[in-house]
């Protein structure tokens, strides 16, 4: 990779590089500039070979693109471009939790190794999630097996107590905040991913989503929690070469089912 694409804050947060100051003016015409947007507002034209600020729905759409699903937080985008950033260089993830680390050894942190071990945290999290989510889905998939393609997921006898079922709970909001996503997606409108998924917003989708869209959609939201299980195990299996973590991560891929060496 001979550009750098992204930059990587002391938090481990991944930002586009060399991002100017917003400004409160909106010239006339400007539509017919090239523009970006920082929290909604619009800045100044871009100069010559001036770096462009990734949108939210940009940001999103790589990780969709390039690891294989649909991202369910902020901070998981922020993590998952780290490790598209680095992929393909020596090291892989464990670049990446370097670069975190030299931030936060310039910082004013007395334990620079904190956030490598937080960032491990999570994505451990986000891989130990996938079995519980497939379950769930899959708990979905039964309760409207025998309904015809045409008729409502609401008329599932299956679902008529949706909100005192666990798991049901859980797979049904899976379904709604991807089919919340997809929508804000399809319309260039970023979705808030860390708005939480309302037993309202729930119950709208149940009463709307016919029984051959979720069949749909429940395969392909299998497919991405997969997918996403097994891109996060990617990037622990990566972390192993990182000193500070490799303990950590080998046991996280041990107790995820996935023990193995750093490659």
């Given at each position: 990779?001979?550009?750098?694409?992204?930059?990587?804050?002391?938090?481990?947060?991944?930002?586009?590089?060399?991002?100017?100051?917003?400004?409160?003016?909106?010239?006339?015409?400007?539509?017919?500039?090239?523009?970006?947007?920082?929290?909604?507002?619009?800045?100044?034209?871009?100069?010559?070979?001036?770096?462009?600020?990734?949108?939210?729905?940009?940001?999103?759409?790589?990780?969709?693109?390039?690891?294989?699903?649909?991202?369910?937080s902020r901070r998981e985008v922020n993590l998952a471009l780290g490790a598209i950033e680095n992929r393909d260089l020596p090291g892989g993830y464990g670049r990446y939790l370097n670069e975190v680390l030299r931030h936060q050894q310039k910082s004013v942190s007395e334990e620079p190794t904190k956030a490598l071990i937080?960032?491990?945290?999570?994505?451990?999290?986000f891989a130990a999630q996938v079995p519980g989510n497939v379950t769930a889905?899959?708990?979905?998939?039964?309760?409207?097996?025998?309904?015809?393609d045409f008729a409502a997921i609401s008329?599932?006898?299956?679902?008529?107590?949706?909100?005192?079922?666990?798991l049901t709970r859980r797979g049904l909001q899976l379904l709604t905040q991807r089919t919340c996503f997809a929508t804000a997606l399809a319309e260039n409108v970023a979705p808030n991913l860390d708005s939480p998924i309302t037993d309202d917003m729930t119950q709208d989708v149940i009463s709307k989503l016919r029984v051959g869209d979720a069949r749909?959609?429940?395969?392909?939201?299998?497919?991405?929690?997969?997918?996403?299980?097994?891109?996060w195990i990617d990037q622990l299996t990566a972390a192993q070469k990182h000193m500070a973590v490799k303990a950590m991560a080998f046991h996280a891929l041990k107790k995820l089912g996935q023990e193995q060496p750093a490659a």
């Open positions: 990779m001979s550009e750098r694409l992204f930059m990587v804050t002391k938090d481990g947060d991944v930002l586009p590089p060399d991002i100017p100051d917003t400004l409160g003016w909106c010239p006339t015409g400007i539509e017919d500039h090239p523009m970006y947007f920082v929290d909604g507002q619009q800045t100044r034209p871009l100069a010559d070979g001036e770096p462009r600020k990734l949108t939210p729905t940009e940001r999103i759409m790589i990780v969709v693109t390039e690891a294989g699903f649909y991202p369910r937080s960032i491990v945290e999570e994505i451990t999290g889905l899959m708990g979905i998939a039964e309760a409207i097996k025998d309904m015809h008329g599932s006898q299956g679902l008529s107590d949706w909100q005192h079922q666990g749909r959609h429940i395969k392909i939201l299998t497919d991405e929690q997969r997918t996403r299980r097994a891109f």
